[in-house]
């Protein structure tokens, strides 16, 4: 596969992008330079959604997409066109791929789909009915397939920074499988081995005498059929979840980031904003204590001064009330003397004395009133005694008046009020700090975190039961007949033989991958340059593991490799894959130097980049391939360099030739 030409028309940076991309045999590098934000990114999503298509799902993601300079200028339509050529059954045939996106009158993304094959025309859109699409769009999805399918694109259009990412959490024995299996082209002789097993178990099930032995033999094979295709399903959901762990992940740390300077900022709002709550309760507090103490100013103020000025007097009032009471006989009742008088007359009458005369009652009233002439000298004596009450309470009454607290609550408010402009300034700045960002895909991440994990108890649970219907199928005995059936015969010759053949082609390329590897290694990888003595990748399919040997015997192990030498290493093994694999796709590398080192740098520019691919496109910074020091290592292996310049005020790319100002000798 050759990508020849780009064209991108309203697509995000690109208002109207067309570039030759054709290179020529002995120098297969385009070099696209450009600042950071100005658009290699985007040129490397133009392609990739040129070949595959762009999601877009509402109004708000295609505005997203759109080139804000189109505007109101040109109609909203985004446009991607791809000019490419590839071999379909050893004939070169040359494709023009065009993807159209715009929204219709209800405002809901619509989608045309044109490719253009050497003349003939496969179409399909949004509009088109359903069994037309189905079929124009499988054509389209074959052909695109037959380059370079979109499950592989990952390991030849990729990000450098973030190649280290295959190696993290088994993703690269998943690599390496997906590449023997489908990219080095021996999968089709494990399905056909597939294929020659089934037909085994159909073939044995019309061998059977006994007809429950039969079906008992067809329900275990079709219960064994069901459980793979199971499996199968639970994989591809499995191995979709992985890529979208890998493909979100700098995403999701980037919203989980701003996810928590956004709680921040809005936990200061809150307490911003409780803060003027309080000082508005604060005020209503304060005018209703203003309120409170007008209306009973006579009790705040009156009062206190009332008694303040009376005090004396109202002292020596309640001073000859206790001492009335001081001889304590003012407290007696007739009662009480009655009592007391009975019992004296009851004892003197025993001693003899007479007593009938006498009356208790005017003794009684008696006794009491020479008790009360002691105190006929009393000069207050007209008080009564609800009114001493209301003297003591009065002399005594604990009185505050609140008017110089107020008065002083009031000094703070108007500080805090006048503050109250400024705090609800404050918020409104805070609140624009807030991005408004769609939060949504940290939560579909992390629940696609759990169902990995789920998916993989789910697959060894899978595995084991087919491996125990394998084993009851193995029981069934074929009866034996005098003459053997040939077709039951080489049915059974052919699954170990398709097996035999993968597990041959296997060996064979897996031999020259680890030699390529370990030369490409011993040449790129600075950290160990020269001193890799062998690279092994495990035979067995089914547990698929990559290892690296020093010259003095010890493994090197992947997980101790710092950022700069994972990347180096999972390059070279992307390498190897696309020299010996089935496919020939071009390659496409985004920030090319990664987190290189100065050493590796070197090493890349002048023995990786010039011999990677017929067609190698690099992305890069001016810090990443200096104009000043790099691109003369890399210049003679060059067909086209461009760079590309972002318009502030025209919100758009442009392109113009050269390399930062260096022009490219064709």
Known sequence: MLIKRIRAKNFKTYLDLDLDLTTVADKPIVLIGGANGGGKTTFFDAIYGALYGLQINSEKQFHELLNAGALGKVDEKIELELFFSGRVLNQEQSYVLTRSYMLNPEKKPVESVKLNMSGSIFQYGSATPASQRAEQEAQVNKIIKGNLPEELSRYFLFDAMEAGNLLKEDRLNRVIKENIENVMGFNRYLTMAKAAESLTQDYTAQLLDLEKEKDEYLKLVDQKRKEEDNLHDLKDKHREALDYSVSNKDLYDKLKSGLNEESTINNKINQLEAQLKLLDQEEKQYKQDINDFVNNFELHVSLPKLSQSLQNDISLILSEQEESNADGLSHLTKETVEDVLVKAINFLSEKGHDFADVSVSQLADKVLRSFRSVDTDLKFDFFLPSELSALQKLASGNYQNPYNSILHRRSILEKDIAEAEKIEAQIEELRSQVSGSDYSLIKHYEENEALIKELAVKIKEKEADIKKLATKIQQFDIPTTEEPDPKFEALKKLQPLFEEIANTLLK????????????????????????????????????????????????????????????????????????????????????????????????????????????????????????????????????????????????KTDVVEGYFGNQIEN
Not at 514 to 540: F, G, P, T
Not at 599 to 615: A, D, K, M
């Open 508 to 651: 064979s390329k897996k031999d020259k991958i680890e030699s390529k590897m370990k030369a490409d290694l011993n040449a790129n990888l600075a950290a160990y340059q020269d001193v890799i003595s062998r690279v092994e990748l495990s035979e067995d399919l089914k547990d698929l593991n990559f290892s690296i040997y020093h010259k003095s015997g010890n493994e090197i192990y992947l997980s101790q490799l710092n950022t700069a030498s994972t990347q180096v290493v999972v390059q070279v093994l992307l390498k190897a894959l696309h020299e010996y694999g089935d496919y020939d796709p071009p390659v496409m590398i985004d920030t090319v130097m990664g987190v290189l080192d100065e050493t590796s740098r070197s090493t890349l520019l002048e023995n990786y980049f010039p011999e990677l691919s017929h067609q190698t496109i690099l992305l890069s910074s001016d810090s990443e391939i200096r104009p000043s020091s790099d691109l003369q290592k890399i210049a003679p292996f060059i067909s086209k360099g461009y760079t590309l310049l972002r318009d502030k005020e025209l919100q």
